[in-house]
């Protein structure tokens, strides 16, 4: 997951009617695709390309824009790690906008369950760890899952400290800061908004649809 901002802003767009996102990892891919007539969202440290369309605060991908549309996809951090993550059984996307369908779906499939968190250029990152520890309590919640995973059980923590007041926690995040230095930080609130829907985006085929459950 990458909470500020991508994967809130793919659950956003299959809230509002996207028929498909092909997320790709360069921007050299994305100015192809955009070439070739697709609807492009690019940034890179949260600033707006100039061949795109757009962004990719999820206030950008509004049913008037994306309804029945297919939109090519590359962000700083969120679009490579669906690449990374390329070889497991199943992908799906996270944000608090899905936590508890996301949540309800995971331990159904009794798999074992790799969260992978985008963070920043490779680096540790509070707001996507919180979910992290989020996720991670709910679902062992269920007695068929267990971890032993430092990582796990320290996110667990620090969103136990946090949850109380998530907005002020998150107030010490650099991506937080980094936001807000460019006037983009007015996301914030909705990015951390539980259960807004149902909807979990899957990636099949080098493109992320709506799971079917």
């Known amino acids: ?38 609807l492009v969202a690019a940034e890179r440290d949260g600033l707006v390309q100039p061949f795109a369309d757009f962004g990719n605060s999820p206030f950008n991908f509004t049913r008037e824009r994306v309804a029945g549309r297919q939109i090519v996809y590359s962000t700083t951090n969120g679009t490579q790690a669906i690449h990374e ?20 779906w995971l331990i159904s499939q009794q798999r074992d369950i790799i969260i992978l968190c985008a963070a920043w250029k490779n680096k540790f990152n509070l707001e996507d760890t919180l979910f992290a520890g989020a996720l991670a309590e709910r679902i062992l919640q269920d007695p068929d899952y267990y971890t032993i995973c430092d990582s796990t059980l320290a996110s667990i923590d620090l969103y136990r400290i946090a949850k109380e007041d998530l907005l002020d926690y998150i107030d010490k995040a650099a991506q937080r800061h980094r936001l807000r230095k460019n006037n983009l930080d007015d996301v914030i609130e909705y990015c951390h908004t539980f259960d807004l829907t149902s909807l979990i985006p899957a990636f099949e085929n080098d493109c992320l649809i709506a799971l079917q459950i």
């Open 1 to 38: 997951m990458d909470i500020l901002r991508a994967t809130s802003a793919i659950v956003t767009a299959f809230m509002n009617g996207v028929s498909r996102i092909i997320p790709v990892e360069t921007l050299q891919e994305a100015e192809d695709l955009k070439k070739r007539g697709y």
């Open 85 to 104: 993550a390329g070889n497991c059984h199943r992908i799906v996307i996270g944000a608090y906008l899905n936590f508890t369908a996301l949540s309800d």
